[in-house]
Protein backbone atom coordinates (compact mmCIF):
# COMPACT_ATOMS: atom_id res chain seq x y z
CA UNK A 1 0.00 0.00 0.00
CA UNK A 2 1.21 3.20 -1.31
CA UNK A 3 1.87 6.36 1.04
CA UNK A 4 -0.63 8.18 -0.57
CA UNK A 5 -3.54 4.88 -0.01
CA UNK A 6 -2.46 5.26 3.50
CA UNK A 7 -3.45 8.47 4.23
CA UNK A 8 -6.73 8.16 2.25
CA UNK A 9 -7.48 5.78 4.05
CA UNK A 10 -6.68 7.62 7.13
CA UNK A 11 -8.91 10.32 5.62
CA UNK A 12 -12.02 8.11 5.28
CA UNK A 13 -11.41 6.39 8.72
CA UNK A 14 -11.59 9.54 10.12
CA UNK A 15 -14.23 11.14 8.40
CA UNK A 16 -16.68 7.70 9.54
CA UNK A 17 -15.29 8.47 12.93
CA UNK A 18 -16.92 11.85 13.07
CA UNK A 19 -19.93 11.10 11.13
CA UNK A 20 -20.38 8.16 13.67
CA UNK A 21 -20.33 10.70 16.38
CA UNK A 22 -22.44 13.05 14.96
CA UNK A 23 -25.06 10.07 14.35
CA UNK A 24 -24.84 8.96 17.70
CA UNK A 25 -25.30 12.78 18.81
CA UNK A 26 -27.90 13.12 16.69
CA UNK A 27 -29.43 9.64 17.85
CA UNK A 28 -29.08 11.06 21.45
CA UNK A 29 -30.98 14.32 20.70
CA UNK A 30 -33.85 12.84 18.80
CA UNK A 31 -34.31 10.27 21.93
CA UNK A 32 -34.84 13.17 24.26
CA UNK A 33 -36.88 14.81 21.51
CA UNK A 34 -39.12 12.06 21.67
CA UNK A 35 -39.18 11.57 25.49
CA UNK A 36 -40.30 15.36 25.20
CA UNK A 37 -42.84 14.38 22.96
CA UNK A 38 -44.24 11.34 24.96
CA UNK A 39 -44.26 13.67 28.46
CA UNK A 40 -46.39 16.28 26.19
CA UNK A 41 -48.77 13.18 25.36
CA UNK A 42 -49.03 12.50 29.40
CA UNK A 43 -48.89 16.05 30.22
CA UNK A 44 -50.58 16.35 33.67
CA UNK A 45 -48.64 19.20 35.46
CA UNK A 46 -47.91 21.59 33.29
CA UNK A 47 -44.64 23.30 35.39
CA UNK A 48 -43.59 20.26 36.05
CA UNK A 49 -43.01 19.07 32.45
CA UNK A 50 -41.66 22.68 31.63
CA UNK A 51 -39.50 22.30 34.16
CA UNK A 52 -38.14 18.46 33.17
CA UNK A 53 -37.76 20.14 29.26
CA UNK A 54 -35.83 23.22 30.74
CA UNK A 55 -33.98 20.37 32.32
CA UNK A 56 -33.04 18.31 29.57
CA UNK A 57 -32.16 21.10 27.29
CA UNK A 58 -29.87 21.90 29.67
CA UNK A 59 -28.41 18.44 29.48
CA UNK A 60 -28.41 18.52 25.67
CA UNK A 61 -27.00 21.45 24.88
CA UNK A 62 -24.44 20.74 27.90
CA UNK A 63 -24.84 24.96 28.29
CA UNK A 64 -23.89 26.49 31.51
CA UNK A 65 -27.35 28.11 31.92
CA UNK A 66 -30.71 27.41 30.38
CA UNK A 67 -33.85 29.17 31.52
CA UNK A 68 -37.37 29.77 29.97
CA UNK A 69 -39.07 33.27 29.22
CA UNK A 70 -42.57 33.33 29.38
CA UNK A 71 -43.95 36.82 26.97
CA UNK A 72 -47.35 39.02 28.47
CA UNK A 73 -48.93 40.30 25.46
CA UNK A 74 -50.72 42.75 28.01
CA UNK A 75 -47.53 44.81 29.15
CA UNK A 76 -44.85 42.71 26.22
CA UNK A 77 -42.62 42.13 29.55
CA UNK A 78 -40.87 38.24 29.35
CA UNK A 79 -40.66 37.04 33.15
CA UNK A 80 -38.51 34.43 33.68
CA UNK A 81 -40.18 30.77 34.99
CA UNK A 82 -38.14 28.39 34.73
CA UNK A 83 -34.17 28.14 34.97
CA UNK A 84 -31.62 25.24 34.47
CA UNK A 85 -28.04 26.05 36.19
CA UNK A 86 -28.71 29.36 37.58
CA UNK A 87 -26.93 30.73 41.17
CA UNK A 88 -28.43 34.15 40.64
CA UNK A 89 -31.83 34.44 43.03
CA UNK A 90 -32.08 38.10 40.83
CA UNK A 91 -31.95 36.36 37.17
CA UNK A 92 -34.17 33.60 38.48
CA UNK A 93 -37.13 36.37 39.13
CA UNK A 94 -35.44 38.75 36.42
CA UNK A 95 -38.53 40.21 34.07
CA UNK A 96 -37.43 41.92 30.73
CA UNK A 97 -39.37 45.12 29.66
CA UNK A 98 -40.71 46.10 26.09
CA UNK A 99 -38.09 46.50 23.81
CA UNK A 100 -34.98 45.54 25.70
CA UNK A 101 -32.51 42.63 25.72
CA UNK A 102 -32.18 40.01 23.40
CA UNK A 103 -35.11 38.48 24.27
CA UNK A 104 -37.42 41.44 22.96
CA UNK A 105 -35.14 41.17 19.53
CA UNK A 106 -36.70 37.70 19.34
CA UNK A 107 -39.90 38.26 20.31
CA UNK A 108 -40.03 40.98 17.50
CA UNK A 109 -38.19 39.01 14.77
CA UNK A 110 -40.40 35.63 15.86
CA UNK A 111 -36.68 33.86 15.14
CA UNK A 112 -34.05 32.89 16.62
CA UNK A 113 -30.99 35.43 17.80
CA UNK A 114 -27.99 34.93 19.27
CA UNK A 115 -24.94 37.18 20.87
CA UNK A 116 -21.08 35.67 21.36
CA UNK A 117 -20.16 38.53 23.65
CA UNK A 118 -23.35 39.82 25.21
CA UNK A 119 -21.02 42.84 26.39
CA UNK A 120 -20.82 43.99 22.89
CA UNK A 121 -24.70 43.31 21.60
CA UNK A 122 -26.01 46.85 20.62
CA UNK A 123 -26.06 49.33 23.18
CA UNK A 124 -29.75 50.21 22.61
CA UNK A 125 -30.80 47.28 23.52
CA UNK A 126 -28.97 47.00 27.16
CA UNK A 127 -30.80 47.97 30.60
CA UNK A 128 -29.57 47.98 33.80
CA UNK A 129 -31.67 45.51 35.57
CA UNK A 130 -31.16 42.57 32.68
CA UNK A 131 -27.09 43.84 32.40
CA UNK A 132 -26.70 43.18 36.54
CA UNK A 133 -28.69 40.03 36.37
CA UNK A 134 -26.49 38.91 33.86
CA UNK A 135 -23.20 39.79 35.03
CA UNK A 136 -24.38 38.16 38.12
CA UNK A 137 -24.70 35.21 36.44
CA UNK A 138 -20.91 35.32 34.85
CA UNK A 139 -22.78 34.69 31.12
CA UNK A 140 -20.81 35.51 28.37
CA UNK A 141 -22.78 33.89 25.22
CA UNK A 142 -26.51 33.32 24.59
CA UNK A 143 -28.61 32.55 22.33
CA UNK A 144 -32.60 33.15 21.85
CA UNK A 145 -35.33 30.96 20.34
CA UNK A 146 -38.64 31.81 20.21
CA UNK A 147 -41.65 29.79 21.31
CA UNK A 148 -44.62 30.19 19.21
CA UNK A 149 -48.02 29.45 17.35
CA UNK A 150 -49.72 30.86 14.67
CA UNK A 151 -50.62 33.96 15.54
CA UNK A 152 -48.39 34.74 19.04
CA UNK A 153 -45.40 34.65 20.55
CA UNK A 154 -45.39 32.54 24.32
CA UNK A 155 -42.15 32.97 25.16
CA UNK A 156 -38.18 32.96 24.55
CA UNK A 157 -36.03 29.71 25.64
CA UNK A 158 -32.24 30.46 26.20
CA UNK A 159 -29.32 28.65 26.67
CA UNK A 160 -26.14 30.57 27.62
CA UNK A 161 -22.24 29.77 28.60
CA UNK A 162 -20.10 31.77 30.61
CA UNK A 163 -17.36 31.46 28.25
CA UNK A 164 -17.32 32.68 24.76
CA UNK A 165 -19.10 29.82 22.62
CA UNK A 166 -20.15 30.27 18.79
CA UNK A 167 -23.42 28.45 18.28
CA UNK A 168 -23.57 26.11 15.33
CA UNK A 169 -26.22 25.54 13.31
CA UNK A 170 -27.42 22.61 14.63
CA UNK A 171 -27.27 23.14 18.20
CA UNK A 172 -30.01 26.21 16.80
CA UNK A 173 -32.17 23.93 14.90
CA UNK A 174 -32.41 21.56 18.00
CA UNK A 175 -32.73 23.91 20.66
CA UNK A 176 -35.71 25.07 18.30
CA UNK A 177 -37.21 22.00 18.59
CA UNK A 178 -37.35 21.96 22.38
CA UNK A 179 -38.61 25.95 21.98
CA UNK A 180 -41.16 24.06 19.60
CA UNK A 181 -41.96 21.48 22.72
CA UNK A 182 -42.30 24.26 25.32
CA UNK A 183 -44.81 25.96 23.16
CA UNK A 184 -46.97 23.37 22.95
CA UNK A 185 -46.68 22.92 26.97
CA UNK A 186 -47.77 26.50 27.56
CA UNK A 187 -50.35 26.80 24.70
CA UNK A 188 -51.83 23.64 26.39
CA UNK A 189 -51.90 24.93 29.98
CA UNK A 190 -53.01 28.21 28.37
CA UNK A 191 -56.35 26.10 26.84
CA UNK A 192 -56.24 24.40 30.38
CA UNK A 193 -57.07 27.12 32.25
CA UNK A 194 -59.13 28.80 30.00
CA UNK A 195 -61.64 25.75 29.84
CA UNK A 196 -61.49 25.58 33.37
CA UNK A 197 -62.23 29.36 33.99
CA UNK A 198 -65.22 28.69 31.05
CA UNK A 199 -66.45 25.51 32.95
CA UNK A 200 -66.26 27.43 36.27
CA UNK A 201 -68.02 30.64 34.23
CA UNK A 202 -71.03 27.84 32.55
CA UNK A 203 -71.17 26.42 36.03
CA UNK A 204 -71.71 29.52 38.17
CA UNK A 205 -73.94 30.49 35.18
CA UNK A 206 -76.18 27.40 35.89
CA UNK A 207 -76.25 28.24 39.21
CA UNK A 208 -77.28 31.80 38.91
CA UNK A 209 -80.04 30.25 36.43
CA UNK A 210 -81.23 27.87 38.97
CA UNK A 211 -81.73 29.84 41.78
CA UNK A 212 -83.33 33.01 39.62
CA UNK A 213 -85.84 30.12 38.77
CA UNK A 214 -86.34 28.87 42.47
CA UNK A 215 -86.78 32.43 43.32
CA UNK A 216 -89.11 33.15 40.26
CA UNK A 217 -91.49 29.33 41.42
CA UNK A 218 -91.25 30.79 44.72
CA UNK A 219 -92.81 34.19 43.87
CA UNK A 220 -95.25 32.55 41.93
CA UNK A 221 -96.34 30.63 44.65
CA UNK A 222 -96.18 33.97 47.25
CA UNK A 223 -98.22 35.72 44.71
CA UNK A 224 -101.39 33.32 44.42
CA UNK A 225 -101.03 32.86 48.04
CA UNK A 226 -101.36 36.52 48.99
CA UNK A 227 -103.97 37.03 46.09
CA UNK A 228 -106.12 34.08 47.84
CA UNK A 229 -105.17 35.85 51.35
CA UNK A 230 -106.66 39.38 50.81
CA UNK A 231 -109.86 37.26 49.29
CA UNK A 232 -110.00 35.18 51.91
CA UNK A 233 -110.37 38.26 54.66
CA UNK A 234 -107.88 37.65 56.45
CA UNK A 235 -105.85 40.81 57.35
CA UNK A 236 -102.21 40.69 57.58
CA UNK A 237 -101.26 37.37 59.79
CA UNK A 238 -101.83 35.26 56.56
CA UNK A 239 -99.40 37.76 54.55
CA UNK A 240 -96.74 37.34 57.04
CA UNK A 241 -97.48 33.19 57.15
CA UNK A 242 -97.35 33.48 53.32
CA UNK A 243 -93.76 35.26 53.17
CA UNK A 244 -92.48 33.35 56.40
CA UNK A 245 -93.00 29.75 54.68
CA UNK A 246 -91.79 31.17 51.45
CA UNK A 247 -88.86 32.60 52.51
CA UNK A 248 -88.17 30.41 55.72
CA UNK A 249 -87.78 33.22 57.87
CA UNK A 250 -89.54 34.96 60.71
CA UNK A 251 -91.97 37.73 59.16
CA UNK A 252 -93.14 40.41 61.45
CA UNK A 253 -95.87 43.37 60.24
CA UNK A 254 -95.64 46.48 62.49
CA UNK A 255 -97.98 49.15 62.20
CA UNK A 256 -96.56 53.33 61.79
CA UNK A 257 -96.17 53.38 65.55
CA UNK A 258 -93.91 50.05 65.81
CA UNK A 259 -96.84 48.34 67.33
CA UNK A 260 -96.93 44.18 66.36
CA UNK A 261 -99.96 43.33 64.31
CA UNK A 262 -98.78 39.93 62.55
CA UNK A 263 -95.98 37.24 62.99
CA UNK A 264 -95.22 34.06 61.35
CA UNK A 265 -92.47 32.32 61.89
CA UNK A 266 -91.81 32.73 65.96
CA UNK A 267 -90.04 32.90 68.37
CA UNK A 268 -89.64 36.97 66.99
CA UNK A 269 -85.72 37.94 67.44
CA UNK A 270 -84.96 40.09 69.43
CA UNK A 271 -84.49 42.77 67.13
CA UNK A 272 -88.17 42.79 65.82
CA UNK A 273 -89.29 43.14 69.98
CA UNK A 274 -86.93 46.92 70.14
CA UNK A 275 -86.19 48.13 66.53
CA UNK A 276 -82.50 48.96 66.70
CA UNK A 277 -81.40 52.01 64.99
CA UNK A 278 -79.54 50.10 61.89
CA UNK A 279 -83.43 48.72 61.21
CA UNK A 280 -85.14 52.71 61.91
CA UNK A 281 -82.63 53.91 59.58
CA UNK A 282 -83.82 50.86 56.72
CA UNK A 283 -87.43 51.83 57.39
CA UNK A 284 -86.60 55.54 56.61
CA UNK A 285 -84.88 54.39 53.51
CA UNK A 286 -87.33 52.36 52.42
CA UNK A 287 -89.64 54.62 53.10
CA UNK A 288 -88.44 56.91 50.74
CA UNK A 289 -87.87 54.57 47.93
CA UNK A 290 -90.39 52.18 48.68
CA UNK A 291 -88.25 49.46 47.94
CA UNK A 292 -87.02 46.06 50.08
CA UNK A 293 -83.97 47.54 52.14
CA UNK A 294 -81.25 45.06 53.65
CA UNK A 295 -80.41 46.32 57.40
CA UNK A 296 -76.72 46.46 57.88
CA UNK A 297 -75.30 45.19 61.47
CA UNK A 298 -76.38 42.47 63.85
CA UNK A 299 -79.78 43.70 64.53
CA UNK A 300 -81.74 40.86 63.94
CA UNK A 301 -83.46 41.87 61.52
CA UNK A 302 -82.41 40.99 57.89
CA UNK A 303 -84.58 43.44 55.74
CA UNK A 304 -87.44 45.47 55.88
CA UNK A 305 -89.98 46.80 53.47
CA UNK A 306 -92.63 49.69 54.19
CA UNK A 307 -96.31 49.52 53.53
CA UNK A 308 -96.74 52.31 51.02
CA UNK A 309 -100.03 53.16 49.36
CA UNK A 310 -98.68 57.16 47.57
CA UNK A 311 -97.19 59.01 50.83
CA UNK A 312 -99.14 57.26 53.29
CA UNK A 313 -97.15 54.76 55.05
CA UNK A 314 -98.85 52.22 57.19
CA UNK A 315 -96.41 50.00 58.87
CA UNK A 316 -93.08 48.42 58.07
CA UNK A 317 -92.44 44.22 57.16
CA UNK A 318 -89.92 43.03 58.96
CA UNK A 319 -87.45 39.71 57.86
CA UNK A 320 -85.46 37.93 59.79
CA UNK A 321 -82.37 36.02 59.18
CA UNK A 322 -83.02 33.00 57.14
CA UNK A 323 -81.02 30.04 55.24
CA UNK A 324 -79.73 31.67 51.90
CA UNK A 325 -79.98 35.23 50.90
CA UNK A 326 -82.49 37.29 49.49
CA UNK A 327 -82.18 37.53 45.71
CA UNK A 328 -83.59 40.23 43.24
CA UNK A 329 -86.66 38.30 42.85
CA UNK A 330 -86.97 37.79 46.26
CA UNK A 331 -87.18 41.23 46.93
CA UNK A 332 -88.99 42.01 44.90
CA UNK A 333 -91.99 39.18 46.27
CA UNK A 334 -91.31 41.15 49.38
CA UNK A 335 -92.21 44.59 47.97
CA UNK A 336 -94.98 43.04 46.43
CA UNK A 337 -96.19 41.64 49.77
CA UNK A 338 -96.08 44.92 51.00
CA UNK A 339 -97.52 45.96 48.51
CA UNK A 340 -100.60 43.98 49.65
CA UNK A 341 -100.51 44.56 53.49
CA UNK A 342 -100.36 48.56 52.21
CA UNK A 343 -103.58 47.60 50.51
CA UNK A 344 -105.24 45.82 53.26
CA UNK A 345 -104.11 49.13 55.63
CA UNK A 346 -106.22 51.24 52.76
CA UNK A 347 -108.93 49.11 53.08
CA UNK A 348 -108.83 48.84 57.11
CA UNK A 349 -108.43 52.55 57.07
CA UNK A 350 -111.65 53.15 55.10
CA UNK A 351 -113.91 51.31 57.54
CA UNK A 352 -111.76 53.44 60.58
CA UNK A 353 -112.81 56.26 58.80
CA UNK A 354 -116.01 55.64 58.27
CA UNK A 355 -116.12 54.16 62.07
CA UNK A 356 -113.99 57.82 63.04
CA UNK A 357 -116.59 59.70 61.69
CA UNK A 358 -119.41 58.18 63.27
CA UNK A 359 -117.44 58.17 66.99
CA UNK A 360 -116.47 61.58 66.02
CA UNK A 361 -120.00 62.88 66.18
CA UNK A 362 -121.33 60.72 68.68
CA UNK A 363 -118.37 62.23 70.89
CA UNK A 364 -119.37 66.12 69.54
CA UNK A 365 -123.32 65.29 70.48
CA UNK A 366 -122.10 63.72 73.76
CA UNK A 367 -119.64 66.91 74.93
CA UNK A 368 -122.14 69.25 73.24
CA UNK A 369 -124.83 68.22 75.83
CA UNK A 370 -127.94 68.83 73.71
CA UNK A 371 -130.85 67.95 76.01
CA UNK A 372 -132.77 66.98 73.07
CA UNK A 373 -130.58 64.78 71.69
CA UNK A 374 -129.60 62.85 74.78
CA UNK A 375 -132.12 59.91 74.05
CA UNK A 376 -130.80 59.40 70.57
CA UNK A 377 -126.87 59.63 72.23
CA UNK A 378 -127.95 56.94 74.69
CA UNK A 379 -129.31 54.51 71.84
CA UNK A 380 -126.02 55.13 69.44
CA UNK A 381 -123.65 54.30 72.92
CA UNK A 382 -125.78 51.64 73.92
CA UNK A 383 -125.49 49.82 70.25
CA UNK A 384 -121.91 50.02 70.67
CA UNK A 385 -121.98 48.07 73.50
CA UNK A 386 -121.50 51.37 75.92
CA UNK A 387 -123.44 52.12 78.92
CA UNK A 388 -123.77 56.52 78.63
CA UNK A 389 -123.92 56.57 82.59
CA UNK A 390 -120.63 54.99 83.23
CA UNK A 391 -118.57 57.10 81.51
CA UNK A 392 -116.85 59.73 84.06
CA UNK A 393 -113.75 60.14 82.63
CA UNK A 394 -112.10 62.22 79.40
CA UNK A 395 -108.72 62.68 78.09
CA UNK A 396 -108.06 65.43 75.56
CA UNK A 397 -104.90 65.36 72.85
CA UNK A 398 -103.75 68.32 70.92
CA UNK A 399 -102.92 67.16 67.31
CA UNK A 400 -102.14 68.53 64.19
CA UNK A 401 -105.12 68.23 62.00
CA UNK A 402 -103.60 66.04 59.32
CA UNK A 403 -102.85 63.60 62.32
CA UNK A 404 -105.76 63.41 63.83
CA UNK A 405 -107.66 61.10 62.73
CA UNK A 406 -104.31 58.69 62.61
CA UNK A 407 -103.86 59.74 66.12
CA UNK A 408 -107.41 58.74 66.68
CA UNK A 409 -107.40 55.42 65.53
CA UNK A 410 -103.98 55.10 67.63
CA UNK A 411 -105.67 55.96 70.36
CA UNK A 412 -108.51 53.69 70.17
CA UNK A 413 -106.41 50.35 69.76
CA UNK A 414 -104.65 51.13 73.15
CA UNK A 415 -107.35 52.17 75.14
CA UNK A 416 -110.36 50.12 76.48
CA UNK A 417 -112.76 48.67 73.39
CA UNK A 418 -115.80 50.36 75.04
CA UNK A 419 -114.22 54.06 75.00
CA UNK A 420 -115.42 56.62 72.68
CA UNK A 421 -112.43 58.26 70.68
CA UNK A 422 -113.28 60.98 68.03
CA UNK A 423 -112.45 64.49 67.18
CA UNK A 424 -113.67 67.04 68.47
CA UNK A 425 -113.62 71.03 68.17
CA UNK A 426 -110.10 70.79 66.50
CA UNK A 427 -108.62 67.90 68.91
CA UNK A 428 -108.60 64.22 69.96
CA UNK A 429 -111.12 63.17 72.31
CA UNK A 430 -111.49 59.81 74.79
CA UNK A 431 -114.25 59.42 77.10
CA UNK A 432 -114.02 56.17 79.00
CA UNK A 433 -114.99 54.47 82.19
CA UNK A 434 -112.34 55.93 84.69
CA UNK A 435 -113.31 53.30 87.03
CA UNK A 436 -112.96 49.91 85.16
CA UNK A 437 -109.82 51.56 83.31
CA UNK A 438 -107.35 53.78 84.60
CA UNK A 439 -104.87 54.20 81.44
CA UNK A 440 -101.27 55.80 81.84
CA UNK A 441 -101.48 58.97 80.43
CA UNK A 442 -97.96 59.62 79.48
CA UNK A 443 -97.05 56.09 77.75
CA UNK A 444 -100.26 56.70 75.74
CA UNK A 445 -99.47 60.42 74.87
CA UNK A 446 -95.45 59.21 73.73
CA UNK A 447 -97.46 56.38 71.95
CA UNK A 448 -99.21 59.45 70.11
CA UNK A 449 -96.29 61.32 69.45
CA UNK A 450 -94.47 58.24 67.93
CA UNK A 451 -97.71 57.67 65.47
CA UNK A 452 -97.90 61.28 64.27
CA UNK A 453 -93.88 61.66 64.64
CA UNK A 454 -94.82 65.01 65.91
CA UNK A 455 -94.72 66.19 69.63
CA UNK A 456 -97.99 65.98 71.37
CA UNK A 457 -100.04 67.69 74.14
CA UNK A 458 -102.26 65.79 76.62
CA UNK A 459 -104.71 67.79 78.85
CA UNK A 460 -106.30 65.62 81.84
CA UNK A 461 -109.72 66.95 83.68
CA UNK A 462 -110.38 65.61 87.14
CA UNK A 463 -112.68 62.33 86.79
CA UNK A 464 -116.38 63.81 86.13
CA UNK A 465 -119.39 61.79 87.03
CA UNK A 466 -122.18 62.44 84.82
CA UNK A 467 -120.59 65.35 83.68
CA UNK A 468 -118.53 65.16 81.10
CA UNK A 469 -119.57 68.57 78.88
CA UNK A 470 -118.55 70.51 81.99
CA UNK A 471 -115.17 68.16 81.92
CA UNK A 472 -114.71 68.97 78.28
CA UNK A 473 -115.29 72.59 78.14
CA UNK A 474 -112.26 72.59 81.13
CA UNK A 475 -109.76 70.13 79.34
CA UNK A 476 -110.37 72.79 75.94
CA UNK A 477 -109.54 76.03 78.18
CA UNK A 478 -106.85 74.53 79.44
CA UNK A 479 -105.50 73.34 75.95
CA UNK A 480 -105.94 76.88 74.23
CA UNK A 481 -104.22 78.43 77.24
CA UNK A 482 -101.12 76.01 76.95
CA UNK A 483 -101.34 76.21 73.17
CA UNK A 484 -101.21 79.81 73.57
CA UNK A 485 -97.78 79.86 75.52
CA UNK A 486 -96.45 77.76 72.93
CA UNK A 487 -96.58 74.75 74.91
CA UNK A 488 -96.16 71.18 73.65
CA UNK A 489 -94.58 67.53 74.79
CA UNK A 490 -96.14 67.30 78.25
CA UNK A 491 -98.89 66.10 80.27
CA UNK A 492 -101.01 68.68 81.96
CA UNK A 493 -103.70 68.61 84.36
CA UNK A 494 -106.30 71.50 84.43
CA UNK A 495 -106.34 71.76 87.88
CA UNK A 496 -102.78 72.71 87.61
CA UNK A 497 -103.83 75.16 85.25
CA UNK A 498 -107.41 76.37 86.29
CA UNK A 499 -106.58 80.03 88.23
CA UNK A 500 -105.39 80.88 84.65
CA UNK A 501 -107.74 79.31 82.75
CA UNK A 502 -110.93 80.38 84.22
CA UNK A 503 -109.73 83.84 83.70
CA UNK A 504 -108.21 84.25 79.99
CA UNK A 505 -109.54 81.93 76.86
CA UNK A 506 -107.28 83.08 74.43
CA UNK A 507 -105.33 82.49 71.52
CA UNK A 508 -101.61 82.31 71.28
CA UNK A 509 -101.90 85.86 69.78
CA UNK A 510 -104.28 87.52 71.84
CA UNK A 511 -102.41 86.26 75.01
CA UNK A 512 -98.79 87.64 73.10
CA UNK A 513 -100.61 91.17 72.73
CA UNK A 514 -102.06 91.24 76.31
CA UNK A 515 -98.59 90.10 77.62
CA UNK A 516 -96.27 93.05 75.94
CA UNK A 517 -98.96 95.55 76.83
CA UNK A 518 -98.77 95.21 80.81
CA UNK A 519 -94.95 94.24 80.98
CA UNK A 520 -93.42 94.03 77.62
CA UNK A 521 -91.93 97.54 78.45
CA UNK A 522 -90.00 96.14 81.45
CA UNK A 523 -89.05 93.36 79.79
CA UNK A 524 -87.73 95.23 76.70
CA UNK A 525 -85.81 97.81 79.45
CA UNK A 526 -83.57 94.91 81.19
CA UNK A 527 -82.91 93.52 78.02
CA UNK A 528 -81.38 96.83 76.97
CA UNK A 529 -79.96 97.61 80.49
CA UNK A 530 -78.90 94.14 81.64
CA UNK A 531 -80.85 94.42 84.82
CA UNK A 532 -83.77 92.17 86.20
CA UNK A 533 -86.58 94.38 86.90
CA UNK A 534 -89.03 91.79 85.89
CA UNK A 535 -87.88 89.71 88.50
CA UNK A 536 -88.28 92.45 91.10
CA UNK A 537 -91.93 92.60 89.41
CA UNK A 538 -92.69 89.02 90.07
CA UNK A 539 -91.26 88.73 93.31
CA UNK A 540 -93.58 92.00 94.29
CA UNK A 541 -96.78 90.44 93.20
CA UNK A 542 -96.27 87.16 94.63
CA UNK A 543 -95.41 89.09 98.14
CA UNK A 544 -98.80 90.98 98.03
CA UNK A 545 -97.49 93.94 96.89
CA UNK A 546 -95.07 94.45 100.37
CA UNK A 547 -92.24 96.20 99.24
CA UNK A 548 -91.04 94.98 103.27
CA UNK A 549 -91.68 91.20 101.86
CA UNK A 550 -90.24 91.63 98.47
CA UNK A 551 -86.95 92.76 99.89
CA UNK A 552 -87.10 89.52 102.55
CA UNK A 553 -87.92 87.47 99.80
CA UNK A 554 -85.14 88.45 97.65
CA UNK A 555 -82.37 89.39 100.51
CA UNK A 556 -82.35 92.86 99.45
CA UNK A 557 -82.54 96.05 101.87
CA UNK A 558 -86.25 97.54 101.21
CA UNK A 559 -84.57 100.80 100.33
CA UNK A 560 -83.09 98.97 97.25
CA UNK A 561 -86.31 97.53 96.47
CA UNK A 562 -87.81 100.86 97.10
CA UNK A 563 -85.27 101.89 94.29
CA UNK A 564 -86.41 99.27 91.54
CA UNK A 565 -90.23 100.20 92.26
CA UNK A 566 -89.35 103.48 91.60
CA UNK A 567 -87.74 102.82 88.45
CA UNK A 568 -91.00 100.23 87.83
CA UNK A 569 -92.96 103.56 87.84
CA UNK A 570 -91.20 105.16 85.10
CA UNK A 571 -91.11 102.54 83.19
CA UNK A 572 -94.87 101.13 83.49
CA UNK A 573 -96.49 104.45 84.73
CA UNK A 574 -97.03 106.00 88.32
CA UNK A 575 -100.23 104.43 88.54
CA UNK A 576 -99.65 100.90 87.58
CA UNK A 577 -100.00 100.12 91.47
CA UNK A 578 -104.05 100.99 91.39
CA UNK A 579 -106.04 97.81 92.15
CA UNK A 580 -107.26 97.11 88.41
CA UNK A 581 -103.84 98.07 86.54
CA UNK A 582 -102.13 95.66 89.27
CA UNK A 583 -104.59 92.86 88.82
CA UNK A 584 -103.88 92.68 85.16
CA UNK A 585 -99.78 93.12 86.09
CA UNK A 586 -100.06 90.56 88.19
CA UNK A 587 -101.93 88.08 86.21
CA UNK A 588 -99.20 88.96 83.55
CA UNK A 589 -96.44 88.38 85.30
CA UNK A 590 -97.76 84.72 86.34
CA UNK A 591 -98.41 83.48 82.96
CA UNK A 592 -94.89 84.95 81.80
CA UNK A 593 -93.44 82.84 84.63
CA UNK A 594 -95.79 79.76 84.01
CA UNK A 595 -94.88 79.98 80.40
CA UNK A 596 -90.97 80.43 81.10
CA UNK A 597 -91.32 77.04 83.47
CA UNK A 598 -92.80 75.20 80.92
CA UNK A 599 -90.15 75.96 78.38
CA UNK A 600 -87.75 74.87 80.39
CA UNK A 601 -86.33 79.06 81.52
Partial sequence: MTQDDAARLADEVDRLRRENTRLRRREHELSALFASARELAELRDSDAVLARLVQRAHEMMGADVTYLSEFDPASRELRVRETAGSVSAAFQQLRVPAGAGLASAVVESRAAQWVTRYAEYPSDRHEAGIDDAVSAEGLVSILGVPMLTEDEVLGVLFVADREEHDFSPEEIALFQALADHASIVLQTARTLRDLRRSEDETRQALDDLTGHLTERDRANTVHQELVHAVLAGGGFSPVAET????????????????????????????????????????????????????????????GVAALMAGPQYFGTMLLGEGDFELGAVDRRTVERAAQVGALLALQQEAVAGAEHRTQSELVADLLDAVPERRADVERRVRRLGVDLDRLDALLLFVVPGEHRANAARTLALSLDQRALVGEYRGFVVACYDGQAFSPDVEQLRARLARAVRHPVLAVVPPRSPGALPAAASQALRTARLLAALGTDGVTARTDDYLPYSAVLDADERSLATFLDATIGAVRRYDETRGTDLLGTLRAFVRNNASPTRTARALNFHTNTILQRLARLDAVLGERWRDDEQLFRIGLATRLDELSERLHGG
Avoid at 256 to 274: D, K
Wanted: hydrophobic letters at 50%.
Fill in 243 to 302: LSTALGRTVAIVDASGRLIAAAGLPLPEGMVELAPSTLAAIDESRASAHCVVVSGASGVH
